[in-house]
């Protein structure tokens, strides 16, 4: 039996530009991917968020680059919390999937590894 699950993930991107932006995005999705044995039919749409010290490209793109032509993207300013970390994109990917929820392997990348130490 399928169900609809939510993966999430975080990574730190190295800077506010184009390149370093999509590169991080595309690490964690690929790692989102590899780790819960995703097909990209299986994905029922994703969910992006930025903190507000990243403006110059939407997350979103990588997922397109990457062949995700179908799956409904959306991208959001994360909130903007005093003291957090800062250059952070978060993932939501929603899948079909018949993995039960203590199976998903959710993603923290590098130091947004701390953003979740209870997933590592």
């Not at 780790?35 to 994905?43: F, L, M, T």
């Not at 970390?85 to 993603?107: G, S």
Request: charged share 20%.
């Amino acid at each position: 039996m399928t169900n609809v699950r939510g993966i999430r993930g975080a990574i730190q991107a190295r800077s506010n530009t184009i390149e370093d932006i999509l590169a991080a995005t595309t690490l964690l999705l690929q790692a989102i991917i590899r780790e819960n044995d995703i097909r990209i039919a299986d994905i029922a749409s994703v969910f992006f968020t930025a903190t507000a010290d990243l403006q110059a490209v939407y997350p979103a793109r990588a997922a397109r680059e990457m062949g995700w032509l179908t799956v409904p993207l959306l991208c959001a300013r994360e909130m903007d919390v005093a003291d957090s970390m800062t250059r952070v994109i978060r993932v939501l990917v929603h899948v079909n999937t018949a993995l039960a929820p203590e199976q998903i392997k959710h993603q923290y990348l590098g130091d947004a590894v701390n953003l979740r130490p209870d997933l590592q």
